[in-house]
Protein backbone atom coordinates (compact mmCIF):
# COMPACT_ATOMS: atom_id res chain seq x y z
CA UNK A 1 0.00 0.00 0.00
CA UNK A 2 3.03 2.25 1.18
CA UNK A 3 4.98 1.60 -2.30
CA UNK A 4 1.55 2.67 -4.27
CA UNK A 5 1.47 5.95 -2.59
CA UNK A 6 4.76 6.45 -3.46
CA UNK A 7 4.03 5.68 -7.77
CA UNK A 8 0.99 7.37 -7.42
CA UNK A 9 2.90 10.72 -6.01
CA UNK A 10 5.98 9.78 -8.73
CA UNK A 11 3.43 9.93 -11.63
CA UNK A 12 1.62 13.38 -10.57
CA UNK A 13 5.31 14.29 -10.31
CA UNK A 14 6.03 13.37 -14.04
CA UNK A 15 2.40 15.32 -14.62
CA UNK A 16 3.82 18.23 -13.50
CA UNK A 17 6.86 18.54 -14.54
CA UNK A 18 5.69 17.59 -18.57
CA UNK A 19 3.37 20.28 -18.49
CA UNK A 20 5.57 22.12 -16.77
CA UNK A 21 8.45 21.79 -19.78
CA UNK A 22 5.46 21.85 -22.21
CA UNK A 23 4.80 25.17 -20.90
CA UNK A 24 8.24 26.54 -21.13
CA UNK A 25 8.65 24.73 -24.88
CA UNK A 26 5.68 26.79 -25.84
CA UNK A 27 7.63 29.81 -24.47
CA UNK A 28 10.76 29.29 -25.79
CA UNK A 29 8.68 28.74 -29.27
CA UNK A 30 6.93 31.80 -29.10
CA UNK A 31 10.69 33.81 -28.38
CA UNK A 32 11.76 32.18 -31.40
CA UNK A 33 8.35 33.43 -33.26
CA UNK A 34 8.94 37.08 -31.65
CA UNK A 35 13.13 37.25 -32.98
CA UNK A 36 12.09 37.99 -36.55
CA UNK A 37 10.08 40.67 -35.78
CA UNK A 38 12.09 42.20 -32.89
CA UNK A 39 15.06 41.77 -35.61
CA UNK A 40 12.70 44.10 -38.08
CA UNK A 41 12.24 46.50 -35.38
CA UNK A 42 15.81 46.54 -34.42
CA UNK A 43 16.31 47.50 -38.24
CA UNK A 44 13.91 50.21 -38.25
CA UNK A 45 16.04 51.70 -35.23
CA UNK A 46 19.46 51.35 -37.14
CA UNK A 47 18.01 52.66 -40.44
CA UNK A 48 16.38 55.69 -38.44
CA UNK A 49 19.37 56.70 -36.54
CA UNK A 50 21.34 56.47 -40.09
CA UNK A 51 18.81 58.76 -41.62
CA UNK A 52 19.13 61.29 -38.17
CA UNK A 53 23.02 61.24 -38.33
CA UNK A 54 22.73 61.88 -42.40
CA UNK A 55 20.25 64.20 -41.69
CA UNK A 56 22.85 66.28 -39.59
CA UNK A 57 25.92 65.59 -41.57
CA UNK A 58 23.81 66.74 -44.54
CA UNK A 59 23.19 70.05 -41.87
CA UNK A 60 26.68 70.26 -41.59
CA UNK A 61 27.69 70.35 -44.94
CA UNK A 62 25.16 72.93 -46.31
CA UNK A 63 26.46 75.27 -43.20
CA UNK A 64 29.77 74.44 -44.34
CA UNK A 65 28.62 75.15 -48.25
CA UNK A 66 27.26 78.39 -47.30
CA UNK A 67 30.26 79.52 -45.37
CA UNK A 68 32.14 78.66 -48.96
CA UNK A 69 29.98 80.65 -50.76
CA UNK A 70 29.77 83.42 -48.02
CA UNK A 71 33.34 83.86 -48.74
CA UNK A 72 33.44 83.52 -52.77
CA UNK A 73 31.35 85.65 -52.93
CA UNK A 74 33.25 88.09 -49.99
CA UNK A 75 36.70 87.51 -52.12
CA UNK A 76 35.07 88.06 -55.76
CA UNK A 77 34.04 91.32 -54.59
CA UNK A 78 36.96 92.74 -52.94
CA UNK A 79 38.84 91.46 -55.76
CA UNK A 80 36.81 92.88 -58.36
CA UNK A 81 36.91 96.17 -56.34
CA UNK A 82 40.69 95.85 -56.23
CA UNK A 83 40.36 95.23 -60.19
CA UNK A 84 38.53 98.63 -60.92
CA UNK A 85 40.99 100.66 -59.07
CA UNK A 86 43.76 99.37 -61.34
CA UNK A 87 41.85 100.24 -64.17
CA UNK A 88 41.46 103.98 -63.02
CA UNK A 89 45.06 104.04 -62.07
CA UNK A 90 45.90 102.64 -65.29
CA UNK A 91 43.01 104.98 -67.09
CA UNK A 92 44.51 108.20 -65.49
CA UNK A 93 48.41 106.96 -66.43
CA UNK A 94 47.29 107.28 -70.12
CA UNK A 95 45.83 110.43 -69.95
CA UNK A 96 49.19 111.38 -67.78
CA UNK A 97 51.32 110.55 -70.85
CA UNK A 98 48.87 111.82 -73.35
CA UNK A 99 48.80 115.25 -71.27
CA UNK A 100 52.77 115.40 -71.14
CA UNK A 101 53.27 114.58 -74.76
CA UNK A 102 51.58 117.59 -76.04
CA UNK A 103 53.74 120.44 -76.98
CA UNK A 104 53.89 123.46 -75.31
CA UNK A 105 55.91 126.29 -75.44
CA UNK A 106 55.55 127.92 -72.18
CA UNK A 107 58.43 127.02 -69.16
CA UNK A 108 55.98 127.79 -66.67
CA UNK A 109 53.07 125.42 -67.58
CA UNK A 110 55.68 122.35 -68.49
CA UNK A 111 56.93 122.50 -64.89
CA UNK A 112 53.51 123.43 -63.42
CA UNK A 113 52.61 119.41 -65.47
CA UNK A 114 55.87 118.57 -64.20
CA UNK A 115 55.38 118.96 -60.58
CA UNK A 116 51.53 117.62 -61.16
CA UNK A 117 52.37 114.59 -62.94
CA UNK A 118 55.05 113.80 -60.30
CA UNK A 119 52.65 114.51 -57.38
CA UNK A 120 50.24 111.78 -58.52
CA UNK A 121 52.78 109.65 -59.89
CA UNK A 122 53.79 109.19 -56.42
CA UNK A 123 50.38 108.57 -55.47
CA UNK A 124 50.08 106.23 -57.88
CA UNK A 125 53.47 104.33 -56.88
CA UNK A 126 52.46 104.18 -52.95
CA UNK A 127 48.64 102.89 -54.21
CA UNK A 128 50.36 99.99 -56.07
CA UNK A 129 52.46 99.67 -53.12
CA UNK A 130 50.13 99.00 -50.48
CA UNK A 131 48.51 96.85 -53.50
CA UNK A 132 51.42 94.69 -53.30
CA UNK A 133 51.39 94.42 -49.63
CA UNK A 134 48.15 93.50 -49.54
CA UNK A 135 47.63 89.96 -48.45
CA UNK A 136 45.42 88.15 -50.75
CA UNK A 137 42.81 85.67 -49.12
CA UNK A 138 42.14 81.91 -50.99
CA UNK A 139 39.47 79.70 -50.68
CA UNK A 140 40.51 76.84 -47.82
CA UNK A 141 38.54 73.98 -46.03
CA UNK A 142 40.31 72.79 -43.05
CA UNK A 143 38.65 69.96 -41.76
CA UNK A 144 37.13 69.34 -37.92
CA UNK A 145 39.62 66.26 -37.40
CA UNK A 146 37.22 65.28 -34.45
CA UNK A 147 34.75 64.11 -36.82
CA UNK A 148 36.46 61.45 -38.30
CA UNK A 149 38.77 60.42 -34.52
CA UNK A 150 35.26 60.01 -33.37
CA UNK A 151 33.83 58.14 -36.25
CA UNK A 152 37.02 55.59 -36.22
CA UNK A 153 36.90 54.76 -32.64
CA UNK A 154 33.02 53.68 -32.19
CA UNK A 155 32.55 50.01 -32.54
CA UNK A 156 28.94 50.97 -34.11
CA UNK A 157 26.02 53.00 -34.00
CA UNK A 158 24.98 51.23 -30.55
CA UNK A 159 24.71 48.50 -28.44
CA UNK A 160 23.18 44.69 -28.37
CA UNK A 161 23.22 43.88 -24.59
CA UNK A 162 22.97 40.10 -24.15
CA UNK A 163 19.88 40.49 -21.69
CA UNK A 164 19.53 37.78 -19.43
CA UNK A 165 16.24 38.36 -16.97
CA UNK A 166 16.73 36.85 -13.64
CA UNK A 167 14.68 33.74 -12.34
CA UNK A 168 11.12 34.60 -10.84
CA UNK A 169 11.82 35.52 -6.73
CA UNK A 170 15.17 35.61 -7.03
CA UNK A 171 16.29 38.38 -5.03
CA UNK A 172 18.65 41.36 -6.70
CA UNK A 173 21.27 43.98 -5.20
CA UNK A 174 22.41 47.08 -6.09
CA UNK A 175 26.35 46.12 -6.56
CA UNK A 176 28.45 49.90 -7.17
CA UNK A 177 26.97 53.61 -7.96
CA UNK A 178 28.83 54.97 -11.20
CA UNK A 179 29.46 58.36 -11.74
CA UNK A 180 29.62 60.20 -14.90
CA UNK A 181 29.82 63.21 -17.24
CA UNK A 182 28.50 64.04 -20.22
CA UNK A 183 29.09 66.77 -22.34
CA UNK A 184 25.14 67.41 -23.68
CA UNK A 185 25.25 67.97 -27.64
CA UNK A 186 22.68 71.14 -29.01
CA UNK A 187 19.00 69.99 -29.09
CA UNK A 188 18.35 72.57 -32.17
CA UNK A 189 21.21 70.58 -33.98
CA UNK A 190 19.87 66.34 -32.81
CA UNK A 191 17.54 66.87 -30.10
CA UNK A 192 19.09 64.05 -28.16
CA UNK A 193 22.20 64.18 -26.04
CA UNK A 194 25.40 62.46 -26.32
CA UNK A 195 28.13 60.96 -23.99
CA UNK A 196 31.36 62.31 -24.36
CA UNK A 197 33.99 59.81 -23.78
CA UNK A 198 32.74 58.30 -20.97
CA UNK A 199 33.65 54.86 -19.99
CA UNK A 200 32.99 52.62 -22.91
CA UNK A 201 30.29 54.53 -25.12
CA UNK A 202 31.89 57.07 -26.86
CA UNK A 203 30.30 59.58 -29.30
CA UNK A 204 31.02 62.72 -31.09
CA UNK A 205 30.54 65.95 -29.26
CA UNK A 206 29.55 68.74 -31.01
CA UNK A 207 27.67 71.74 -29.50
CA UNK A 208 26.64 74.38 -32.01
CA UNK A 209 28.77 77.61 -32.21
CA UNK A 210 27.47 80.17 -29.97
CA UNK A 211 25.58 78.24 -27.35
CA UNK A 212 26.47 76.82 -24.29
CA UNK A 213 27.87 73.65 -23.78
CA UNK A 214 26.08 71.17 -21.14
CA UNK A 215 27.56 68.23 -19.06
CA UNK A 216 25.33 66.04 -17.79
CA UNK A 217 25.99 63.88 -14.73
CA UNK A 218 24.08 60.42 -14.22
CA UNK A 219 24.54 58.56 -11.12
CA UNK A 220 23.69 54.47 -11.93
CA UNK A 221 23.72 51.57 -10.45
CA UNK A 222 24.35 48.07 -11.75
CA UNK A 223 22.16 45.34 -10.65
CA UNK A 224 23.28 41.34 -10.20
CA UNK A 225 22.01 38.50 -8.69
CA UNK A 226 22.86 37.24 -5.00
CA UNK A 227 24.93 34.38 -6.43
CA UNK A 228 26.84 36.59 -8.46
CA UNK A 229 27.77 38.87 -5.55
CA UNK A 230 31.04 38.25 -4.54
CA UNK A 231 32.53 38.09 -7.76
CA UNK A 232 30.78 40.84 -9.78
CA UNK A 233 31.95 43.94 -8.20
CA UNK A 234 34.86 45.62 -9.54
CA UNK A 235 36.01 48.92 -10.10
CA UNK A 236 36.51 50.57 -13.91
CA UNK A 237 39.45 53.15 -13.83
CA UNK A 238 39.85 55.91 -16.85
CA UNK A 239 40.90 59.57 -17.01
CA UNK A 240 37.05 59.81 -18.62
CA UNK A 241 34.89 57.17 -16.20
CA UNK A 242 35.71 57.22 -11.75
CA UNK A 243 34.08 54.38 -10.37
CA UNK A 244 33.77 53.65 -6.77
CA UNK A 245 32.56 50.83 -4.80
CA UNK A 246 29.80 50.70 -2.37
CA UNK A 247 30.65 47.19 -1.12
CA UNK A 248 33.77 46.25 0.11
CA UNK A 249 34.59 43.09 -2.53
CA UNK A 250 37.95 42.51 -3.98
CA UNK A 251 37.43 40.63 -6.58
CA UNK A 252 38.53 41.68 -9.78
CA UNK A 253 35.87 39.87 -12.06
CA UNK A 254 33.43 42.39 -13.57
CA UNK A 255 30.23 40.98 -15.89
CA UNK A 256 30.32 43.58 -18.98
CA UNK A 257 26.87 42.41 -19.99
CA UNK A 258 25.54 43.47 -17.17
CA UNK A 259 22.43 46.43 -17.33
CA UNK A 260 23.29 50.14 -16.26
CA UNK A 261 20.01 51.89 -15.01
CA UNK A 262 20.06 55.61 -14.93
CA UNK A 263 18.52 56.68 -11.39
CA UNK A 264 19.00 60.65 -11.34
CA UNK A 265 20.67 62.89 -13.75
CA UNK A 266 21.57 66.83 -13.55
CA UNK A 267 22.77 69.56 -16.24
CA UNK A 268 24.80 72.11 -15.83
CA UNK A 269 27.20 74.19 -18.12
CA UNK A 270 30.72 74.27 -18.31
CA UNK A 271 31.52 77.31 -20.47
CA UNK A 272 33.56 79.98 -19.03
CA UNK A 273 32.89 83.74 -20.12
CA UNK A 274 36.81 83.34 -21.72
CA UNK A 275 36.17 80.68 -24.00
CA UNK A 276 36.50 81.49 -27.51
CA UNK A 277 35.51 78.03 -28.62
CA UNK A 278 32.57 75.78 -28.31
CA UNK A 279 33.59 73.38 -25.23
CA UNK A 280 34.48 69.96 -26.07
CA UNK A 281 34.72 67.96 -22.72
CA UNK A 282 37.63 65.28 -23.66
CA UNK A 283 38.97 63.85 -20.18
CA UNK A 284 37.69 63.91 -16.53
CA UNK A 285 38.71 62.83 -13.22
CA UNK A 286 37.57 63.34 -9.45
CA UNK A 287 39.96 64.98 -7.05
CA UNK A 288 40.16 63.04 -3.06
CA UNK A 289 37.88 66.15 -2.08
CA UNK A 290 35.44 65.24 -4.51
CA UNK A 291 35.64 67.95 -6.99
CA UNK A 292 36.01 67.40 -10.60
CA UNK A 293 38.64 68.20 -13.78
CA UNK A 294 37.70 68.67 -16.93
CA UNK A 295 39.97 68.73 -19.91
CA UNK A 296 38.79 71.16 -22.65
CA UNK A 297 39.61 70.38 -25.82
CA UNK A 298 38.75 73.38 -28.31
CA UNK A 299 39.90 75.82 -25.42
CA UNK A 300 43.10 74.19 -24.18
CA UNK A 301 42.52 74.39 -20.79
CA UNK A 302 41.78 72.09 -17.54
CA UNK A 303 38.30 73.44 -15.51
CA UNK A 304 38.09 73.03 -12.00
CA UNK A 305 34.45 71.83 -11.04
CA UNK A 306 32.94 72.16 -7.37
CA UNK A 307 30.58 70.06 -5.70
CA UNK A 308 27.45 71.78 -7.31
CA UNK A 309 29.79 71.54 -10.54
CA UNK A 310 30.27 74.56 -11.20
CA UNK A 311 33.97 75.72 -12.91
CA UNK A 312 35.64 77.67 -9.98
CA UNK A 313 39.01 77.75 -11.94
CA UNK A 314 40.94 77.42 -14.70
CA UNK A 315 44.49 76.21 -16.11
CA UNK A 316 45.42 77.52 -19.94
CA UNK A 317 47.30 74.35 -21.58
CA UNK A 318 50.05 75.06 -24.91
CA UNK A 319 48.19 72.33 -26.56
CA UNK A 320 45.24 70.48 -26.65
CA UNK A 321 44.50 68.22 -24.05
CA UNK A 322 43.65 64.48 -24.30
CA UNK A 323 42.66 63.41 -21.16
CA UNK A 324 43.97 63.71 -16.85
CA UNK A 325 44.24 61.58 -14.13
CA UNK A 326 44.72 62.44 -10.40
CA UNK A 327 48.75 61.87 -9.52
CA UNK A 328 48.13 62.12 -5.21
CA UNK A 329 46.17 64.84 -3.17
CA UNK A 330 47.55 67.69 -4.40
CA UNK A 331 48.81 66.78 -7.77
CA UNK A 332 47.32 65.50 -11.16
CA UNK A 333 48.69 65.09 -15.14
CA UNK A 334 47.38 65.94 -18.07
CA UNK A 335 47.90 64.22 -21.36
CA UNK A 336 48.71 67.11 -24.38
CA UNK A 337 48.34 66.21 -28.18
CA UNK A 338 51.68 67.74 -28.54
CA UNK A 339 53.67 64.48 -26.72
CA UNK A 340 53.55 66.14 -23.56
CA UNK A 341 52.76 65.39 -19.81
CA UNK A 342 51.69 68.35 -17.83
CA UNK A 343 51.95 68.07 -14.20
CA UNK A 344 49.12 70.84 -12.51
CA UNK A 345 49.23 71.02 -9.01
CA UNK A 346 46.01 71.25 -6.67
CA UNK A 347 46.46 74.47 -4.25
CA UNK A 348 44.43 73.68 -0.71
CA UNK A 349 42.51 76.62 -0.09
CA UNK A 350 43.59 79.44 1.93
CA UNK A 351 41.62 80.61 5.08
CA UNK A 352 38.76 82.17 3.78
CA UNK A 353 38.30 80.40 0.43
CA UNK A 354 36.06 77.91 -0.13
CA UNK A 355 37.38 76.01 -3.23
CA UNK A 356 40.44 74.79 -4.65
CA UNK A 357 43.27 76.11 -7.01
CA UNK A 358 45.00 75.28 -10.26
CA UNK A 359 49.06 75.89 -10.91
CA UNK A 360 51.38 74.47 -13.22
CA UNK A 361 53.98 73.07 -11.74
CA UNK A 362 55.95 70.54 -14.41
CA UNK A 363 56.65 69.83 -18.06
CA UNK A 364 57.50 66.59 -19.26
CA UNK A 365 58.51 65.60 -23.13
CA UNK A 366 57.44 62.19 -24.38
CA UNK A 367 59.35 60.71 -27.01
CA UNK A 368 55.77 59.76 -28.50
CA UNK A 369 51.66 60.40 -28.88
CA UNK A 370 49.98 60.15 -25.81
CA UNK A 371 46.33 60.25 -25.68
CA UNK A 372 45.49 57.98 -22.77
CA UNK A 373 46.87 58.30 -19.11
CA UNK A 374 46.38 56.62 -15.54
CA UNK A 375 48.00 56.43 -12.05
CA UNK A 376 48.50 53.94 -9.91
CA UNK A 377 50.46 53.08 -6.96
CA UNK A 378 53.13 55.95 -8.54
CA UNK A 379 53.29 54.32 -11.85
CA UNK A 380 51.76 55.90 -14.57
CA UNK A 381 50.28 54.16 -17.83
CA UNK A 382 49.58 55.95 -21.16
CA UNK A 383 48.21 54.71 -24.15
CA UNK A 384 49.88 56.26 -27.56
CA UNK A 385 47.05 54.67 -29.67
CA UNK A 386 48.84 51.89 -30.51
CA UNK A 387 50.93 51.51 -27.53
CA UNK A 388 50.50 51.09 -23.57
CA UNK A 389 53.09 51.81 -22.09
CA UNK A 390 54.71 51.99 -18.30
CA UNK A 391 56.11 54.83 -16.26
CA UNK A 392 57.62 55.41 -12.93
CA UNK A 393 56.67 59.15 -11.06
CA UNK A 394 59.42 59.56 -8.31
CA UNK A 395 58.09 62.04 -6.29
CA UNK A 396 56.90 65.50 -8.84
CA UNK A 397 59.40 63.81 -11.29
CA UNK A 398 57.83 61.88 -14.02
CA UNK A 399 61.24 59.01 -14.92
CA UNK A 400 61.06 59.68 -18.78
CA UNK A 401 64.00 57.89 -18.95
CA UNK A 402 62.71 54.79 -17.43
CA UNK A 403 59.90 53.68 -19.94
CA UNK A 404 58.57 50.21 -20.57
CA UNK A 405 56.34 49.12 -23.57
CA UNK A 406 53.65 46.79 -22.05
CA UNK A 407 51.67 46.13 -24.64
CA UNK A 408 51.44 46.93 -28.20
CA UNK A 409 49.28 46.70 -31.58
CA UNK A 410 51.34 45.78 -34.61
CA UNK A 411 48.03 44.71 -36.27
CA UNK A 412 46.92 48.61 -36.92
CA UNK A 413 44.04 50.55 -35.25
CA UNK A 414 43.64 51.91 -32.00
CA UNK A 415 45.05 49.82 -28.85
CA UNK A 416 42.99 48.82 -26.11
CA UNK A 417 39.04 50.25 -25.42
CA UNK A 418 38.69 53.22 -27.74
CA UNK A 419 42.44 53.78 -27.84
CA UNK A 420 42.53 56.01 -24.56
CA UNK A 421 40.94 54.47 -21.58
CA UNK A 422 42.47 52.32 -19.39
CA UNK A 423 40.93 49.51 -17.30
CA UNK A 424 42.74 47.93 -14.08
Known sequence: MHLEGELDQLTTTIKTLRIQLMQKKDYFEDSLKSFDTLYKTTMEEIDNLR??????????????????????????????????????????????????????????LQFIKYRKCLKELNQTKEELQQMTTKDVTTLAFSPDKTI???????????????????APGQKRHDVYKT?????????????????????????????KSGTNPVMKVKETKQNATQSNIASATCKTISSELHTTSSMNISSPKCDPNQLITVNSSKMTTVR????????????????????????????????????????????????????????DSSLLAVALNSWEVHFIRLKKPLLGLSSLKLQHDETFKLSHSIMGIYHHQGNLYVTSGTVLYH??????????????????????GMTGNYYRCLYL
Not at 58 to 81: F, G, H, P, V
Not at 89 to 102: A, G, P, T, Y
Not at 297 to 302: G, P
Not at 398 to 409: A, G, Q
Request: net charge positive; with cysteine.
Open 391 to 412: YKIDGRRLMTCDVRKMYEDTKG
Open 272 to 327: MKKDSETCYISGICETATGELLVTDWNNSRIKLLDKSFKVTDHCDLPGKPWSTCII
Open 148 to 166: QIFVDILFGLGYIPSQVNS
Open 179 to 207: TMIYNKNDPESSGTSKPGRVGEEVSGIHS
Open 51 to 108: KAINDSLDKLQKKTIKKLDASLIRLRTSIQTDIEHCNNLIKQLIEKHDWLNRKDNNEA
